[in-house]
């Protein structure tokens, strides 16, 4: 069973900073193969924000190049997103998805509940 736990989302100015987290827990050893985040504002489709693969290549959106940085914890099993000059178009539901390999059950994605990023202008 693998759970993930996201944090950090808050109200924020326009031109602000916050950290989302997301703690990675399971019953047994596993690796993190893929991490991700995505977010979806109302009424928009979900969009991926950053990705970190398996062998280190970081991707980002254009949206949100050289403001936001996906980065990993590997002792925490924690993926973090830091986002600065946040605007007010940042707005959304932040979501962790992970790929993880487990050796009961292979390979998985799994995506968190999801934390509210509200940035006002």
């Known amino acids: 069973q693998v759970q993930l736990e996201e944090s950090g989302g808050d109200l924020v100015q326009a031109g602000g900073s916050l950290r989302l987290s997301c703690a990675v827990s399971?019953?047994?050893?596993?690796?993190?193969?893929?991490r991700s985040w995505y977010r979806q504002a109302p009424g928009k489709q979900r969009e991926l924000v950053a990705t970190?693969?398996?062998?280190?290549?970081?991707k980002y959106a254009d949206s949100v190049k050289g403001r936001f940085t996906i980065s990993t914890d590997n002792a925490k099993n924690t993926v973090y997103l830091q986002m600065n000059s946040l605007k007010p178009e940042d707005t959304a539901v932040y979501y962790c998805?992970?790929?993880?390999?487990?050796?009961?059950?292979?390979?998985?994605?799994?995506r968190g509940q999801g934390t509210q990023v509200t940035v006002s202008s």
């Open positions: 399971g019953s047994g050893w596993m690796i993190i193969n893929v």
């Open positions: 998805d992970v790929n993880i390999y487990m050796p009961a059950t292979g390979s998985r994605d799994y």
């Open positions: 970190s693969g398996k062998d280190g290549l970081l």
